[in-house]
């Protein structure tokens, strides 16, 4: 009885972790990108985050820079340059839908630059940066995305709701480094699907 149930928790631990990664993927390929200009709806979204104002940064990144590696990234070059690692949030849209903040870091150099030295899988040339001097990451995971629906749109509404559980449930699996009980797992699985189902009805309205 003992050996069964040991059996079922490990099926349901490593179903959790593959839709994990199905989700990690999913939600790295939304087309969302650098706002085009600082809206009332940015502001307001920002003003929830932090009191500081959010700016546009130019990306410059270091030859050795990896992509997802801000907080590495920027370590290695205050260890070859010196300056300042400032914490914060990178902000992007998906026009007409919604509005998402990602834990970052950026490099302020000697004089007082604030430059992004961490590449874009999309190439962007600029960033919009928050600083939140509290968002200190953990030593196993950054902290997770946010997400404010900026549509009316129902289907919009649902699914940032189920993305933002959803990223909440990721992170405290990652941030605690410890396998997920098969009741998290079976949890995690529910909330997973709703995401795709979520997800897929998005795309569908907007393309």
Not at 6 to 23: F, I, K, N, S
Not at 97 to 105: G, K, L, N, Q, V
Not at 113 to 125: Q, S
Request: with cysteine; aromatic share 8%.
């Amino acid at each position: 009885m003992r050996d069964t149930r040991a059996a079922e928790e490990g099926r349901l631990q490593a179903a959790m972790t593959l839709l994990y990664r199905v989700m990690r993927d999913l939600g790295d390929g939304m087309p969302t990108t650098t706002p085009s200009t600082i809206s009332a709806e940015i502001l307001q979204f920002c003003a929830m985050i932090s009191p500081e104002p959010p700016v546009m940064l130019p990306v410059h990144p270091a030859p050795y820079s990896l992509l997802s590696e801000c907080f590495n990234n920027v370590d290695a070059v205050l260890a070859d340059y010196g300056g300042e690692r400032i914490l914060g949030w990178l902000i992007w849209e998906r026009a007409g839908a919604f509005i998402e903040c990602e834990h970052h870091a950026i490099w302020k150099d000697e004089h007082g630059n604030l430059i992004d030295i961490t590449p874009h899988a999309d190439g962007e040339a600029q960033i919009l940066f928050l600083r939140d001097d509290s968002a200190v990451p953990l030593p196993t995971t950054g902290l997770p995305n946010r997400m404010k629906a900026t549509s009316r749109s129902l289907t919009v509404k649902r699914y940032v709701e189920i993305a933002n559980q959803f990223r909440m449930t990721d992170w405290k699996v990652r941030s605690t480094g410890a396998p997920p009980s098969g009741r998290e797992a079976g949890e995690a699985r529910k909330l997973a699907i709703k995401f795709m189902a979520a997800q897929a009805r998005l795309d569908a309205k907007f393309p």
